[in-house]
């Protein structure tokens, strides 16, 4: 049974850091690429951040390129999404994803989600 568990999220202020965490089990887990995607509410899941689990290649969104990082420990099974800079517009539920085969941006493309956790940046 695949389980994905997000923790990490909260309350912060603009310009503070959050690092969110992806525990997985019950799947391999360095042989799938993996991704965070986030939703608001009233919007549509849109793409964060991938991790290619051919070549650990890492691909991000527009709107955090330079202020997010994805990365992954293999040891422990968990993938993270280190937030710096935040700014009110990251509002939103994270989830961590398993992609059904190579990373892609559409949420349609992965087979395994994560429950979500929150995260609230206030201005």
């Known amino acids: 049974q695949v389980q994905l568990v997000e923790s990490g999220g909260g309350l912060v202020q603009a310009g503070d850091s959050l690092r969110l965490s992806c525990a997985a089990s019950?799947?391999?887990?360095?042989?799938?690429?993996m991704g965070w995607f986030r939703q608001a509410p009233g919007k549509e899941r849109e793409f964060v951040a991938a991790?290619?689990?051919?070549?650990?290649?890492?691909y991000y969104s527009d709107s955090v390129k330079g202020r997010f990082t994805i990365s992954r420990d293999t040891i422990k099974k968990t993938m993270y999404l280190q937030m710096n800079s935040l700014k009110p517009e990251d509002t939103a539920t994270y989830y961590c994803?398993?992609?059904?085969?190579?990373?892609?941006?559409?949420?349609?493309?992965?087979?395994?989600w994560g429950q979500g956790t929150r995260v609230t940046v206030s201005s």
């Open positions: 994803a398993i992609a059904r085969d190579a990373w892609d941006w559409r949420p349609t493309e992965y087979a395994y």
């Open positions: 019950g799947h391999p887990f360095d042989t799938y690429s």
């Open positions: 991790i290619s689990w051919s070549d650990v290649s890492t």
